[in-house]
T-cell receptor, first 114, second 113 residues
Framework: DTAVSQTPKYLVTQMGNDKSIKCEQN?????MYWYKQDSKKFLKIMFS???????INETVPNRFSPKSPDKAHLNLHINSLELGDSAVYFC?????????????FGPGTRLTVL | KQEVTQIPAALSVPEGENLVLNCSFT??????LQWFRQDPGKGLTSLLL?????REQTSGRLNASLDKSSGRSTLYIAASQPGDSATYLC????????????FGTGTRLLVSP
């Protein structure tokens, strides 16, 4: 019955590796997001997709590449991981792209780069 | 640029107290404001969403108010319980036409028995 799910929950890896985080929502929403929460607990948007189309792309290094195979899934692939990538990454979804709708968040993926 | 600030950064109260958390934003042209709760090591749970046309929204012991003109929202928690201990975040969509949420810095609440 989980609305927005992410895998894995924890990810520990070495610098330079490539890793992916998966997100799925079963709410029938059209829009999905990736947020990053840094060590100071500050949450900031990274990307947003609407019906598999990229609509928000913040100033994120191009080592980060989101991919949306369908509107229920939004995965985040990270190449050449760096120490500064260590954070908690949250996936979220909303009904559509307009600004009247509530966003629902997944449980987060804690990424630790050693 | 939209900036969201929350005061206080941390709050510790005994069980049973009523308390108020504050959220302020710099750009008053918002469509809505959302309050979230984050438990340690957990995701965000949406508590309340106030549309710009509303002044208040209530859910159980929680009451959120919105004053767009002054750029402020408050979250009132009545009869606090230890289970209310968490970090509370407010967020507003930045006026880009898309739901790009800008989050506040959070208030860490501890309710002691």
């Amino acid at each position: 019955d989980t609305a927005v799910s992410q895998t894995p929950k924890y990810l520990v890896t070495q610098m330079g590796n490539d890793k992916s985080i998966k997100c799925e929502q079963n709410l029938g929403h059209d829009t999905m997001y990736w947020y990053k929460q840094d060590s100071k607990k500050f949450l900031k948007i990274m990307f947003s997709y609407n019906n598999k189309e990229l609509i928000i792309n913040e100033t994120v290094p191009n080592r980060f590449s989101p991919k949306s195979p369908d509107k229920a899934h939004l995965n985040l692939h990270i190449n050449s991981l760096e120490l500064g990538d260590s954070a908690v990454y949250f996936c979220a979804s909303s009904q559509d792209r307009i600004t009247y709708n509530e966003q629902f968040f997944g449980p987060g993926t804690r990424l630790t780069v050693l | 640029k939209q900036e969201v600030t929350q005061i206080p950064a941390a709050l510790s109260v005994p069980e049973g107290e009523n308390l108020v958390l504050n959220c302020s934003f710099t750009d008053s042209a918002i469509y809505n404001l959302q309050w979230f709760r984050q438990d340690p090591g957990k995701g965000l749970t949406s508590l309340l969403l106030i549309q710009s046309s509303q002044r208040e929204q209530t859910s159980g012991r929680l009451n959120a108010s919105l004053d767009k003109s002054s750029g402020r929202s408050t979250l009132y928690i009545a009869a606090s319980q230890p289970g209310d201990s968490a970090t509370y975040l407010c967020a507003v969509p930045w006026n880009t036409g898309f739901q790009k949420l800008v989050f506040g810095t959070g208030t860490r609440l501890l309710v002691s028995p």
